[in-house]
């Protein structure tokens, strides 16, 4: 009689049919820990996108109310100015400037364009080179007149030539020959294309943009800027007047009074520390069915620890 070892009721499949439930508990675990970090992610790109759609709302929020401030008082619009308000769960700063506080690329003098080279680090001669070559690409051709500018276009390797006529946008100085990039680069946050005048409101204009005037000396500039900083009201006839005996012969390129374009510049923070700028140029409308038309808005996204962006509107 032979005795077997095996168990009653015990069949030779039993360790493999253990094996396997164990494998497919390990692959349940592993597709349950793929789902929650799907779970995870898919959560925080909708909290995202979530704050990305009230940034939005909020910019709105923003420029609207400084829409209020500028067309409250016709007759006494500041010409620079700052707030901060709650709402929600959400910070938000506004800083507005008039846009003539920037050199408007299709009206500048060239000296005042030239200016802004030299303070950029460009020597006298390569600075009225470069705002030569502007006032050249914004300029109409006198009818039947010879197009010297597209020599030097076709002599740089250029393969089109000057518009001879208003500049779009401000990138579009990158277009103009001889413009070095670095130059290019440090330029942009000083040139606008919707002020539509040829002087710049001292009023509003960032340090470089002052310095740019013709005349204007370092002496002159700490005076200028420290008479805006302890100014009771920007529309001050005292105020004013004293601004124009300061900068003296430099009055035919200069301007109290803001453009009817402003810069408006709204920075949002949440509680999430995730934050959202926009910087938008609004013209106020007169008479129209709406109190004011966007002509440019960009959006940016900064990081937690960057600066807050209503301290400073250039």
Do not use: C
């Not at 409101?201 to 900083?229: C, F, H, K």
């Not at 529309?235 to 453009?259: E, R």
């Not at 995730?274 to 013209?283: A, D, N, P, T, W």
């Amino acid at each position: 009689m032979i005795l077997s070892s095996r168990a009653p009721g015990k069949s030779g499949n039993d360790g493999f049919v253990v094996v396997a439930v164990l494998w497919l508990l390990g692959a349940l675990a592993t597709l349950a820990l793929i789902y929650s970090l799907y779970v995870n992610q898919a959560t925080a790109a909708f909290l995202d996108h979530n704050e990305r759609l009230q940034a939005t709302a909020l910019a709105y929020s923003g420029i609207e109310l400084a829409a209020y401030r500028l067309s409250e008082k016709p007759n006494q619009r500041p010409s620079a100015g700052r707030f901060t308000f709650r709402q929600g769960s959400a910070t938000i700063g506004v800083a507005f400037s008039a846009e003539n506080g920037r050199i408007d690329l299709n009206f500048a003098p060239k000296e005042i364009l030239a200016g802004l080279f030299i303070g950029l680090g460009a020597d006298s001669q390569d600075a009225l080179y470069f705002a030569d070559r502007i006032v050249a690409w914004r300029t109409p051709l006198t009818a039947g007149a010879a197009d010297s500018e597209a020599a030097i276009y076709q002599s740089a390797g250029k393969t089109y030539q000057p518009r001879h006529g208003r500049f779009q946008s401000v990138d579009e100085v990158g277009l103009v020959v001889g413009m070095p990039g670095s130059f290019i680069t440090r330029a942009l946050p000083y040139l606008t294309v919707y002020s539509g005048q040829p002087g710049i409101n001292v009023l509003s204009a960032p340090p470089a943009v002052l310095a740019a005037l013709p005349g204007m000396t370092p002496d002159r500039l700490q005076m200028l800027i420290a008479a805006r900083e302890n100014a009771p009201s920007q529309q001050d006839p005292a105020y004013q007047s004293q601004i124009q005996s300061q900068l003296g012969n430099m009055a035919s390129y200069i301007s109290l009074q803001p453009s009817a374009a402003d810069r408006v510049k709204v920075g949002i923070r949440f509680s999430s520390k995730h934050r959202m700028e926009s910087q938008v140029v609004i013209l106020l409308a007169d008479k129209d069915t709406e109190p004011y038309r966007v002509l440019s808005w960009r959006d940016e996204e900064l990081s937690s620890d960057a600066r807050d962006n209503d301290s400073r509107l250039q």
